[in-house]
């Protein structure tokens, strides 16, 4: 089952802000349907990180409503929060890898989080990595890794735990046009068999290429 | 329940390969771990050893029941056949005025301090062993007894029992007062050495949080972790005491260290053990839940 996104009239100021600085989101609104393919679009401070870090209730909105699946995911309480990242995939900016783990460590560390018995969770590891082609890799550091091969086991990792929403905050940057064509053409696939799919990006040549309905933001406002 | 044994299972694994990921520190702080909880272990040892030698002594108290000086024999065999019909009374013996004479004249210097005397100034005397030593039974036996008619007067001696075990009482106490203030720093090395790991993990929490991790999860193999140091400690801490009390018990003449030592010849009694593997294991879970809940509780932003 996908899930749907609904952004109603949501803003997000961050603490500490400067006076009469803009939002990072102000007064967003807009929908997304279930297992469909999206692009979120900006130049950087744009608040595209704010839209991905208020869908994982990393953070909560200053005022509005974020809707996942009709959950109104700013009002969880901190013991349902876990719950719904267990629902979501996330590819992150900064990658997040553990650099002293294997690969096949840090691809299996959502299902160790799930609670799913380590049979189990290693044959679905293996899988991932099988779809992002680096099975065989399993036993090497992510140090050891490309760039490309890196943001691979990123995606795999945010898709072995079976997401229903996939959420990649600029999943293309730093990889050259090949390699972001690869990229791009994994997260197509996940989408084909019906998965949500939100991706970041501000590189419009990727977008001209792959074409899907984009949602425009720039200084926290939705533009288009 | 599967899951819920998986998620345990998970957490002990992950505790342990983390005490395998750093080796040499693990084994420093269950060193010192197990030295701090050795110190009590001993003193406690060596106070129960100290209570099976003074058992070993004659500690019951006695009783002396003086007649009057003019008390004829008929009185006494009455005043005995009285108190042997009584209950509380474990045994009588009686030492008749001539025998106290005898007994006296026999010591060095005093025979001729008596001689001088016109008659027998001792009295009839009766000696008793109450059934019950404890103090109050025998002090209220001693209170019934002098108001028996046919008696002068009664002499309780147990004041060397009661300073035996007042000594004793204080030495428990001691022991008692060090094995707090050492579990207190038990506990205190525990917390610091999770707060550490948290530290290192801290990327590592970060991510599993990302991913859905609840902060059960989180915290669950830091508190394993402290309990397994804590048993390690405990299990060392038993080795060392145990060594100790036998290196002492050696050096204390033959049938002292017989009868200080428990059953079997056993340096330390097993519930003593049981007790304390038990208490350092708790004392780690502890040290390691104070922890966990300063950095990894409600109230931290952190891992999120």
Known sequence: MAASISFADVSKRYPGGVAGAAAALDHASFDIAAGEFVYLTGHSGAGKSTVFRLLAAIERPTAGTVLVNQQNVGRLSPAAVPFLRRKLGLVLQDQRLLFDRTVFDNVSLPLAVAGVPPRDAAKRARAALDKVGLLGRERANPIALSGGEQQRVCIARAVVNRPVLLLADEPTANLDAEYAGVILELFRAFHDVGVTVVLATHDAALIARYPARSIALAQGRVVR | ?304
């Not at chain 2, 045994?91 to 008749?96: D, P, S």
């Not at chain 2, 402290?226 to 003449?253: C, D, E, K, N």
């Open chain 2, 1 to 304: 329940m599967n899951a819920w044994l998986h998620a345990h299972d998970g957490a002990m694994r992950d505790a342990l390969a983390h005490a395998r990921r750093a080796p040499f520190a693990t084994l420093f702080a269950v060193a010192v771990l197990a030295l701090a909880l050795a110190l009590p272990l001993v003193g406690f040892v060596v106070v129960a050893g100290l209570a099976r030698i003074t058992a070993q002594f004659d500690t019951d108290p006695q009783m002396s029941v003086f007649l009057p000086l003019e008390a004829t024999p008929r009185d006494r065999q009455a005043l005995e056949r009285s108190l042997r019909a009584r209950p509380g009374i474990k045994r009588l013996r009686v030492v008749t005025k001539e025998q106290a004479l005898a007994e006296l004249q026999s010591t060095e210097g005093v025979r001729d301090l008596l001689s001088g005397l016109p008659g027998n100034p001792l009295p009839d005397t009766l000696v008793i062993t109450p059934a019950h030593a404890a103090r109050e039974a025998v002090h209220a036996l001693r209170a019934e007894l002098e108001q028996l008619p046919g008696v002068a007067s009664v002499q309780v001696d147990t004041a060397w029992v009661e300073r035996l075990e007042g000594i004793l009482g204080t030495v428990r106490a001691v022991v008692l007062a060090v094995a707090a203030m050492l579990g207190v720093a038990v506990v205190a090395v525990t917390f610091n050495t999770v707060r550490l790991q948290v530290l290192t993990r801290a990327a590592e929490l970060d991510v599993a949080a990302l991913f859905g991790a609840t902060r059960a999860w989180m915290r669950r193999p830091f508190l394993y972790f402290g309990a397994f140091q804590g048993i390690a400690a405990g299990l060392l801490s038993i080795a060392l005491a145990a060594g100790f009390v036998a290196l002492l018990a050696r050096s204390l003449p033959g049938e002292t260290a017989v009868a200080a030592l428990p059953g079997r010849g056993l340096a330390m009694p097993w519930e003593l053990a049981l007790t304390a593997l038990l208490a350092a294991a708790g004392l780690g879970w502890l040290g390691a839940w104070l922890s966990v809940w300063e950095h990894l509780g409600p109230g931290r932003r952190a891992h999120r």
